[in-house]
């Protein structure tokens, strides 16, 4: 089933066919938050509230230096790629920039 799909990829991928907008379509809508639960608990959907949670959580997170601290070094990478270890070394250099842009 894999190889029949990745075949039609091939044959209909690169063109700006029907198929490729709904492929992108569906990568769009997988990579969407719809639904957010709060740290109080509430249930969030509206886009704007979402957006709003996600950034109070990080701001909180990477202004407190105590949380840095009391992350495990062996901790498994983000999705970034990057460990706790990374993150205590580099924060010196790196946590104008990353609290900029929360």
């Given at each position: 089933?894999?190889?029949?799909?990745?075949?039609?990829?091939i044959k209909?991928?690169?063109?700006?066919?029907?198929?490729?907008?709904?492929?992108?379509?569906?990568?769009?809508?997988?990579?969407?938050?719809?639904?957010?639960?709060?740290?109080?608990?509430?249930?969030?959907?509206?886009?704007?509230?979402?957006?709003?949670?996600?950034?109070?959580?990080?701001?909180?997170?990477?202004?407190?230096?105590?949380?840095?601290?009391?992350?495990?070094?062996?901790?498994?990478?983000?999705?970034?790629?990057?460990?706790?270890?990374?993150?205590?070394?580099?924060?010196?250099?790196?946590?104008?920039?990353?609290?900029?842009?929360?």
């Open positions: 089933m894999k190889q029949k799909s990745r075949a039609q990829w209909l991928g690169d063109a700006n066919t029907k198929y490729f907008s709904a492929v992108v379509k569906e990568r769009m809508q997988r990579k969407t938050i719809s639904k957010l639960t709060s740290l109080d608990g509430k249930t969030l959907t509206e886009l704007k509230d979402i957006k709003e949670e996600i950034i109070s959580f990080y701001k909180w997170l990477m202004g407190s230096a105590t949380s840095l601290k009391a992350m495990r070094d062996e901790k498994t990478p983000g999705v970034d790629g990057y460990n706790a270890v990374f993150f205590k070394k580099a924060w010196p250099i790196i946590k104008h920039d990353i609290i900029a842009t929360i």
